[in-house]
């Protein structure tokens, strides 16, 4: 299964230092249930995994942060679009502001999505962008089939029956054609 966006914060959260009541308060469970939810997101053959590759990768000092309860809120922080944040930036912070753009999670880009104005445009265009969420594509993609593969008995009653009909029509034992009756003046031809 893949990493959910709680589970990413979860490990965000153990990564800065939190213990697992702490990172589970962060990524958004209750503050009642958080020392269980903790204890089984750490347990997690996934975030495992994650918490094993990013630590190979990126060794940090370890142990437990003291001040790090202070920082911790039960309630998600709202964001805050870059541009009204801060809006008395010169062009030449602009670039560099967008290249710190790319380190944050991809996700569902509302701008982008206006582009679009045929839906089947939009789910190609979601399933095929590398940067988004692989199971925002993967639902795109399962969005998609109906429009390009038809199910296997999918049809109408008539269309099914038609083509049974055109099936048994064919062959030895088939209606005969017509017959040519031309012994009677202006009968068929």
Do not use: W, Y
Request: positive net charge; glycine residues 12%.
């Amino acid at each position: 299964m893949a990493l959910t966006p709680k589970k990413r914060a979860f490990i965000d959260a153990v990564r800065g230092g939190a213990s697992n009541k702490d990172a589970a308060i962060a990524a958004g469970c209750s503050p009642k249930t958080a020392s269980a939810a903790g204890s089984r997101m750490a347990k997690d053959p996934d975030v495992m995994l994650e918490l094993h590759k990013l630590n190979a990768l990126f060794p940090n000092g370890g142990g437990v942060k003291a001040d790090v309860k202070a920082g911790v809120k039960a309630e998600r922080p709202k964001r805050t679009p870059k541009a009204s944040a801060e809006p008395t930036q010169q062009p030449e912070d602009d670039a560099e502001a967008e290249e710190g753009d790319e380190d944050e999670p991809a996700g569902f880009d509302l701008a982008r999505a206006l582009t679009h104005s045929d839906p089947k445009d939009f789910l190609l265009a979601v399933m095929n962008d590398g940067g988004t969420d692989p199971k925002l594509r993967v639902d795109a993609a399962k969005a998609l089939m109906p429009f390009i593969h038809q199910r296997r008995g999918e049809g109408g009653k008539k269309e099914q029956a038609k083509e049974k009909a055109g099936q048994v029509a064919g062959g030895k034992f088939g209606p005969r054609p017509q017959p040519q009756l031309k012994a009677v003046p202006g009968g068929r031809p």
